[in-house]
């Protein structure tokens, strides 16, 4: 018998979720994205790299997380989402749907419980301290 060979079919390994095949991976591509806005409008750029993320993407419509609502209502009102379709469909060549959200988590994961949302100022990264057990 050869060893190395697992016994019985093999398992499928856990792959985190991906586009399906052919389609674009839109989170991936945002960095590309956003330097082909600062070549078209560099205040469309600034907008969209200091308070949006891609949110979301299910093939046709890019859900844009904005940071809160004054961006969100700046960008529908600055004709910024006419430059972002006009770089997509120019650079990419690919014609999404722009829907925007807001999302103050900016992308990230929510944090973990820490008792408040402070600012954090002069504490050290709760990754970093153990956790001392419960009394």
Request: hydrophobic residues 35%; neutral net charge; aromatic residues 6%.
């Amino acid at each position: 018998e050869p060893q190395g060979r697992p016994q019985g079919p093999a398992q499928p390994q856990a792959v985190p979720a991906a586009p399906p095949p052919g389609a674009v991976d839109a989170r991936a591509l945002w960095p590309n994205v956003l330097e082909a806005v600062k070549n078209r409008r560099r205040f469309t750029w600034i907008l969209l790299s200091q308070n949006a993320h891609v949110a979301g993407f299910d093939g046709t419509t890019l859900q844009l997380g904005f940071l809160n609502a004054g961006a969100r209502d700046n960008f529908a009102s600055s004709g910024s989402e006419d430059v972002l379709k006009q770089a997509l469909s120019e650079e990419f060549q690919v014609t999404w749907k722009i829907e925007t959200v807001i999302d103050a988590s900016g992308g990230q994961n929510p944090p973990g419980p820490s008792g408040g949302g402070g600012g954090g100022w002069g504490q050290a990264p709760p990754q970093s301290r153990p956790s001392a057990p419960a009394p």
